[in-house]
């Protein structure tokens, strides 16, 4: 059982800043891959970003590239989301998930990953 923690929503004003930050239970950390993916109602869950456990390589969908930046520290078993430049449409709930064996073509299918944490709100509005 892997509990992933989120936090570091809020509301935020078009052209802002917020850094998410998700604490993990799962060990040994540095061999889970790490994803970011959003969701509004109605709607399906939607990839942000992915970080590799063993190399940390960094993966991101079209709609965020230049504007967020995901990190990792192993030693604290935490990923970290930082958002900049947000936009009305980066509204959403922001899930962090889980998985130790995915390969590099799944890592933005969200039915690809085993464990997943309750999520935050993140507000973009004036």
């Known amino acids: 059982q892997v509990e992933l923690v989120e936090s570091g929503g809020g509301l935020v004003p078009p052209g802002g800043s917020l850094r998410l930050s998700c604490e993990a239970s799962a060990r ?40 967020f930046t995901m990190s990792r520290d192993n030693a604290k078993n935490t990923v970290y989301l930082q958002m900049n ?7 959403a709930v922001y899930y962090c998930a889980a998985d130790r064996h995915l390969i590099t073509s799944s890592i933005g299918l969200p039915n690809q990953y085993d464990w997943w944490g309750q999520g935050t709100q993140v507000t973009v509005s004036s």
């Open 28 to 67: 040994p950390f540095r061999t889970y891959t790490m994803g970011w993916f959003r969701q509004t109602p109605g709607s399906e869950r939607e990839f942000v970003a992915a970080i590799k456990g063993s190399s940390s390589s960094t993966y991101y969908a079209n709609s965020v590239k230049g504007r």
């Open 85 to 91: 430049s947000l936009k009305p449409e980066d509204t």
